[in-house]
């Protein structure tokens, strides 16, 4: 079983939807990530948590440690935010390094 | 542009040969990973510098693998004896606290 794992793999919404990625994950974190990957390869930092919420323009992400989970949710979709959604975590402990990170979510937003 | 840049963006090579890229990290970043990642995949952890000095190898990087970073600053990510297996996106990122990545370099071993 990976340690981090994510849900759906795949998602498709219609414009305007809101959207959940769910990320769950088996050992002890001092952070977690959230990033966005699009076609071609380039990751983009979109939030790194160690607890509660934060909230960036459209996007919201959430984490409960004692549950060991993660949210990111999308508000009003567009299909600019067509892109893998990757969620990666610091092991408590672990070097500054070493990032675990999920399979990642494909996301399609059909306009 | 002052993010982390990378070269090539993209290599093929034939099995058996040799490649280098390049990391150019955000200039204040002390910290530099590279990762690899394979289709379908989330990237994986390969090694780790903090300035001039390799924390940490994955066991991932066999000994065919060799990064630098020699004054700090860029760092390279060599290939030698490359196999189908390799091919792969090759990720840089840099960080003083939160990682920034750059656009990675697309390796195609044929």
């Known amino acids: 079983k990976n340690e981090v794992e994510q849900s759906p793999q795949n998602l498709t919404a219609q414009e305007g939807e809101f959207i959940t990625i769910n990320c769950s994950y088996s050992v002890g974190i001092s952070a977690l990530h959230w990033l966005q990957q699009h076609p071609g390869g380039g990751i983009v930092s979109l939030f790194m948590l160690s607890s509660g919420k934060k909230k960036h323009g459209r996007l919201i992400a959430t984490i409960n440690i004692q549950e060991k989970h993660s949210s990111l949710h999308i508000t009003a979709s567009h299909p600019r935010d067509s892109a893998v959604y990757i969620c990666a975590v610091r092991r408590h402990g672990g070097s500054q390094g070493n990032l675990i990170f999920g399979k990642g979510t494909k996301l399609s937003v059909k306009p | 542009d002052t993010g982390v840049s990378q070269n090539p963006r993209h290599k093929i090579t034939k099995r058996g040969q040799n490649v280098t890229f390049r990391c150019d990290p955000i200039s204040e970043h002390n910290r530099l990973y590279w990762y690899r990642q394979t289709l379908g995949q989330g990237p994986e952890f390969l090694t780790y510098?903090?300035?001039?000095?390799?924390?940490?190898k994955s066991r991932l990087l066999s000994d065919r693998f060799s990064a630098e970073r020699p004054k700090g600053s860029f760092s390279t990510l060599e290939i030698q004896r490359t196999e189908q297996g390799d091919s792969a996106m090759y990720l840089c990122?840099?960080?003083?606290?939160?990682?920034?990545f750059g656009p990675g370099t697309r390796l195609t071993v044929l």
């Open positions: 510098f903090q300035n001039e000095a390799q924390l940490e």
């Open positions: 990122a840099s960080s003083l606290g939160e990682q920034f």
